[in-house]
């Protein structure tokens, strides 16, 4: 099975902060990556597909990058909305579609 | 609007068994694969099962293959989760959600809770 490393596991920054937190893949999984957001008490929300596609509705300080094995998510500009928790999650193949263990961005 | 409304949780003993489903609107359900994912208190999400589109596929995580089955009646716009062999670890809350056109889940439940406890 692929296993999704992500880090750090808590993030502390502020208003403004550019934030960038990290996931790695076991093995190669191409582009094939999501980043969903979640706040306490709610459903996940997806963010990012394939590696750096932006999800509809999703603002444009959010992003992506990476392939193989080693993907980034990037916050722009940290807004108050964005305190939660982040999770990687891989689509690739029939492997069982692992999350990261999650990043959860504190306000400082 | 795509809406995905699970039902079915409650508290069970260790070693019975329970039903969710996922009832489905808004889209063309038989057209997309369908996942179960869960998030035991205060941890991460699980992915636990998904089923293809026409149901001709289905793949479990290790954790619950031999236990759970997923299923789905595309007549009733409908994802079903057969718990059996429940245990105390299985204490989660379970979401469903479709798997869109390119892989992700584009759309989630708003979850139901699972408790197994004697």
């Known amino acids: 099975d692929i296993q999704m490393t992500q880090s750090p596991s808590t993030l502390s920054a502020s208003v403004g902060d550019r934030v960038t937190i990290t996931c790695r893949a076991s093995?190669?999984?191409?582009?094939?990556l999501a980043w969903y957001q979640q706040k306490p008490g709610k459903a996940p929300k997806l963010l990012i597909y394939?590696?750096?596609s932006l999800e509809s509705g999703v603002p444009s300080r959010f992003s992506g990058s990476g392939s193989g094995t080693e993907f980034t998510l990037t916050i722009s500009s940290l807004q108050p909305d964005d305190f939660a928790t982040y999770y990687c999650?891989?689509?690739?193949?029939?492997?069982?579609?692992?999350f990261g263990q999650g990043t959860k961005v504190e306000i400082k | 609007q795509v809406q995905l409304v699970e039902s079915g949780g409650g508290v069970v003993q260790p070693g019975r068994s329970l039903r969710l489903s996922c009832a489905a609107s808004?889209?063309?359900?038989?057209?997309?694969?369908m996942h179960w994912v869960r998030q035991a208190p205060g941890k991460g999400l699980e992915w636990v099962a998904v089923?293809?589109?026409?149901?001709?596929?289905?793949y479990y995580a290790d954790s619950v293959k031999g236990r759970f089955t997923i299923s789905r009646d595309n007549g009733k716009n409908t994802v079903y989760l057969q718990m059996n062999s429940l245990r105390a670890e299985d204490t989660a809350m379970y979401y469903c959600?479709?798997?869109?056109?390119?892989?992700?889940?584009?759309?989630w439940g708003q979850g139901t809770p699972v408790t197994v406890s004697s």
């Open positions: 089923i293809w589109y026409d149901g001709s596929n289905k």
């Open positions: 093995q190669s999984i191409s582009r094939r």
């Open positions: 808004g889209f063309t359900f038989n057209t997309y694969g």
């Open positions: 394939k590696a750096s």
């Open positions: 999650q891989h689509y690739y193949g029939y492997s069982p579609w692992t």
């Open positions: 959600a479709r798997e869109n056109s390119v892989g992700p889940l584009d759309y």
